[in-house]
Structures are given as structure tokens and as C-alpha cells.
């Protein structure tokens, strides 16, 4: 929203530079989250007719798990207690204090300095909208580029947008340690050019997430872990007991809320009613919310490489949407791509401030087989972003325009004349 305000100047209207009631801001997402927690409520799931125990699981044996003093037999069983932050081994972090994205919603005072340890998702995030809230931001990420897992040229477009807010980007550093001091926080920077000193007021730390898998007594029932990967699950998202399954960022890759649903959707056939559905089957969209966002479903073209599957990449800029220009958001494009030499779509990016809710239309595609030239003949409301989906299947349409067929075309014209 302050972000809004500052940009309504570029279309004539008159504004001051917005203050920021930081207390209040965080007061407001609090009383947000409380009213979304709802949908995860003892309340709410014992209407429901489930019999909710609260307190610390610890598997017995292969068909019975203990909590507080009570054993529970069962048939089938669930590992659904995801990840938490990952806590990086710097030296002086620990005693220097730091945030994560569970806590960072618990201040009450905007930071004046804030550093953001990890380029991915989360950080990304977190360090723009803190910079739009008016705290210094630096973003500091051991990798060259941040965003890295993401198509390079949406993470370029990103990084421009950081530059522009005023994020300070510090790649291939590498935090050697941080120290506490009388003003706040020192960390210190293994920079391509040398060390160097950063001084702040807080840390965010969001370098990825660990699964939480200790105290389970895992090994009581059979289940084999990975520190890293977390519960080791088949296809079917079985554990190593058959009759024990496990769902959502406790196993999966995809460590996201919707991928959580889904996976827990398929256990739910796979356990109970004799299903054989996979895991791999799934067709699972992200989202990175940064302004602009990232949003992508499938194959990349880094992944495409990998496989060493051939593909056709389609793209529309958003510099040639009439609406992206009529809303001054003329960065970003959607990209598609699709099997070599047909219309079968194997992946897909959006960079656009709404890419989350535009990446649907591309993922219904991918899951029902749709083609990119069926796309080409999706009427979309003018003016609309989602026009760019529906004009990389009118580039589709048009490689199939060989020289053949037009001189076939120019034949049959002739003809009728």
C-alpha cells in the first residue's frame, strides 16, 4: 500500500511521502493471521468429528504412537509435522540474536538496519517489503545471482525492482561470523573483493528449511530419515512401514502450503481407500511473492537441459500488453514452453505483479493436456494482463505457417479469384 501511494505521483495525483505506522502494520498482519488460523483450529476439526490430542508424538512401534501417557493403536498412520528455519552455523549468530519468518511477525519496532541472510523465496520477500517500510536493507546471498532456482531472466527482472526500491544486493558473500554490539549487530562478509563489515540493527535469517523429524522415535516404527530430505517416502508418499505415510514439507521437495494440500489429498486415497496415486503425477505451481512476482509451473529451460529434452519457448513481454502499459507494469513477460515441434506445454513463467493468480490458467493447461495453440483460441476480456497467455499461443499458431503451406495458401487464393 505505501508502495502504491509513492507510485500514484507518476499518474498526476498530488501525495505526501506516506509515514508508516510500523506498530500497527504488524498489529494488522497479526489479527489476519489469527483469523486464517482459524481454518487449523482444535475447534474447528473436533466439530468436524476428528478426536484431537495435543502435545509431544512419539511412535512406539510399527502400529502405535504414544502422547502424553496415552497409547494409540492404529491402522494407518500420517507424518505431518513439517519444517522449521534452518539454522545456518555462523559463529556469534546464536548469541547475537536473530529473526526467521516465524518470529520476524513479533516485532513491534522496524529495524533501521536490517541485513537478510539467504537469497531465496522467503528473503526476497521479506527484504522488499521491509524496504518499502522504510528499513535499510541488505540482501546477502553466497550465490552470484539471487533467486537462482528461478528462470535467470524472471530473477533479473526482480533484481531490478530490488535495485530500484533501494535493497542493497550483496552476492557471493559468505557470512564468516557476527558479533554483538553496543549499537546493535557487526557481520562480517567474505565479499569477491574482500571482507567486509555490515552493521545493523536485527538479522533475518532465511536460508532454507529443516523438517522436523526428532523426538518422533521414528525408528521405533520403522521409518527411515535424511537430516536433510527429511521422512523418506516412495512415490505414493509410503514410508518405509507400509502402513505409515508421510505428507507435505516433512518429506516433500516442494516445501509449499497448496503442495501440502494436495499431498495430503493423495494420502488420504493412497492409505484409505486403495488408491495408487504418485506424488510425481502431481502438477504443482509456485509463486514467489515479490513485487513483481515470480510464478512458475513444470519444466524450466534449465530443466529441459538437464533432461536434455528438447523444447519451444513462446514469449509476450509485457511492454507489448496494451494493459501492463496501461498500468505502468510494463516489466515482466510470460514465457511458455512446450515440447519441440508441437503445441504440448511442458513449463511456464509469469513476472507480473499478479503472476500467482495468472500461473492457473497455464497449470490447468499442463494438467489437462491442453495445447498452446487451444490457448491461441481463448477469448480473454480486453484489456487483460492474461491477454500475453493467449498471444504466446498466437506465436504457437504462427511457426505453423511454413513455407509449404503458404505457398499451398497462395495457390488455393489464385484459385478462387
Known amino acids: 500500500a505505501v508502495h502504491d501511494v509513492r507510485l500514484a505521483r507518476t499518474w498526476g495525483v498530488r501525495t505526501l511521502e506516506p509515514e508508516v505506522d510500523f506498530a500497527r502494520v504488524m498489529e494488522n498482519l497479526r489479527r489476519v493471521r489469527a483469523v486464517i488460523s482459524h481454518h487449523d483450529s482444535v475447534e474447528r476439526f473436533s466439530k468436524l468429528g476428528v478426536e484431537v490430542h495435543l502435545g509431544q508424538p512419539r511412535f512406539t512401534g510399527p502400529r502405535a504412537v504414544e502422547i502424553e501417557g496415552r497409547e494409540l493403536a492404529f491402522s494407518h498412520a500420517v507424518i505431518a509435522t513439517g519444517a522449521r528455519a534452518a539454522r545456518p552455523a555462523i559463529p556469534g549468530l546464536e548469541e547475537a540474536g536473530y529473526l526467521t519468518n516465524e518470529t520476524v511477525f513479533d516485532l513491534t519496532q522496524r529495524p533501521k538496519r536490517l ?71 557487526r557481520v562480517v562478509l567474505g565479499m569477491p573483493g574482500g571482507d567486509e563489515e555490515l552493521e545493523v540493527d536485527e538479522i533475518l535469517v532465511a536460508v532454507g528449511r529443516v523438517p522436523n523429524i526428532e523426538g518422533l522415535g521414528l525408528e521405533a516404527a520403522g521409518v527411515e530419515t535424511d537430516p536433510k530430505l527429511g521422512v523418506t517416502v516412495d512415490d505414493r508418499l509410503r514410508t518405509t512401514n507400509s502402513r505409515i505415510y508421510a505428507a507435505g514439507d516433512v518429506c516433500m521437495k516442494h516445501k509449499f502450503t497448496h503442495a501440502a494440500d494436495f499431498a495430503a489429498r493423495l494420502v488420504v486415497q493412497n492409505a484409505l481407500f486403495l488408491g495408487r496415486r504418485r506424488v510425481s503425477a502431481l502438477t504443482i505451481p509456485r509463486c514467489t511473492y515479490t513485487d513483481p512476482e515470480i510464478a512458475h509451473v513444470g519444466l524450466t529451460e534449465w530443466d529441459a537441459r538437464e533432461r536434455g529434452e528438447a523444447i519451444d519457448t513462446y514469449l509476450r513481454r509485457f511492454s507489448d500488453v496494451d494493459r501492463a502499459i496501461t498500468d505502468g507494469e510494463e516489466e515482466g513477460f510470460v514465457k511458455i514452453h512446450c515440447a519441440a515441434g508441437t503445441d504440448r506445454i511442458v513449463g511456464g513463467t509469469i513476472v507480473a505483479r499478479h503472476a500467482g493468480d495468472m500461473i492457473g490458467e497455464v497449470a490447468l493447461a499442463l494438467t489437462a493436456r491442453v495445447g498452446l495453440g487451444t490457448l491461441a483460441n481463448v477469448i480473454h476480456p480486453y484489456p487483460t494482463k492474461a491477454e500475453a497467455i493467449r498471444q504466446c499461443g498466437d506465436a504457437y499458431n504462427r511457426t505453423r505457417l511454413t513455407s509449404l503451406v503458404k505457398r499451398a495458401f497462395d495457390f488455393w487464393l489464385r484459385k478462387t479469384r
Open 115 to 185: 541485513a537478510v541472510i539467504g537469497g531465496g523465496p522467503i528473503g526476497c520477500e521479506l527484504a522488499q517489503a521491509f524496504r518499502r517500510l522504510g528499513s535499510e536493507v541488505s540482501l546477502i546471498h553466497n550465490k552470484n545471482v539471487f533467486l537462482d532456482r528461478e528462470d535467470p531472466d524472471a530473477a533479473g527482472v526482480v533484481e531490478a525492482a530490488f535495485r530500484k526500491d533501494g535493497v542493497r544486493l550483496m552476492l557471493g558473500a559468505v557470512t564468516k561470523r557476527v558479533e554483538k554490539t553496543a549499537g546493535g549487530k
